[in-house]
């Protein structure tokens, strides 16, 4: 496998050897302990606006364009990361105690070291927990846009994919209590299934088929 790889793998021996590759695509990364203070509202350093983007973002052509975002558990007491590609649709979830912005960091930090994606751009929304986007770049390797405020069709992709988590942990759902077995079934389940966008292929689907081009 090449090490530029397109998109997500989890990192395990088994993706690397290819022969249990497809049942890995994407993979829970290792646990973290995070603090439980949240952060308090303010404006984003060196906010980068969505439109001096790259217009080769929304060609949806090419992995490595992600749209992220973050779920609100009940009472806004626990959280879930959520990163989705422009292109392949593929999502990765990640479970977070808090929204603090060193949070998400240490979060793309497990993403990065558990899956062989290339982060190409990322596009968030205005919350403080992206608030070290600076930091999320040097993780990454891509610069952070940030939609304007109250476009949320501006990241409609990660909005239509919040709604279907949505579907299995409604509003009101303490994910203190969803354990990572549990979230990673739901991530899987998600890439595993056809989309009509896709010519009803699965986000899984077209992954490989990016992976064995490069």
């Given at each position: 496998?090449?090490?530029?790889s ?11 050897a ?81 929204k ?25 929304d ?10 999320i ?78």
């Amino acid at each position: 496998m090449a090490s530029g790889s397109l998109c997500c793998v989890s990192s395990g021996n088994g993706a690397r050897a290819g022969g249990e590759l497809y049942q890995q695509l994407p993979h829970r990364g290792k646990r973290y302990n995070y603090q439980t203070d949240e952060n308090k509202r303010g404006p984003i350093p060196n906010r980068v606006g969505i439109e001096q983007r790259p217009a080769v973002a929304d060609l949806k052509q090419e992995p490595g364009h992600f749209e992220i975002d973050t779920i609100f558990g009940k009472d806004q007491k626990s959280f879930l990361l959520t990163v989705v590609d422009k292109a392949v649709k593929l999502v990765i979830i990640r479970k977070l105690p808090n929204k603090r912005a060193e949070t998400v960091v240490a979060a793309f930090r497990d993403i990065v070291a558990n899956t062989f994606c290339e982060f190409k751009t990322l596009t968030a929304d205005n919350g403080s927990e992206f608030s070290q986007h600076g930091e999320i770049t040097k993780v990454t390797g891509a610069p952070v846009y940030f939609a304007r405020p109250y476009h949320s069709w501006e990241r409609g992709l990660n909005e239509h994919t919040n709604g279907l988590i949505r579907r299995f942990y409604p509003k009101g759902t303490d994910f203190n209590y969803v354990t990572h077995r549990k979230v990673a079934a739901l991530e899987h389940l998600l890439n595993t299934r056809g989309r009509k966008s896709l010519g009803y292929r699965s986000p899984n689907e077209v992954f490989l088929t990016h992976l064995q081009a490069a």
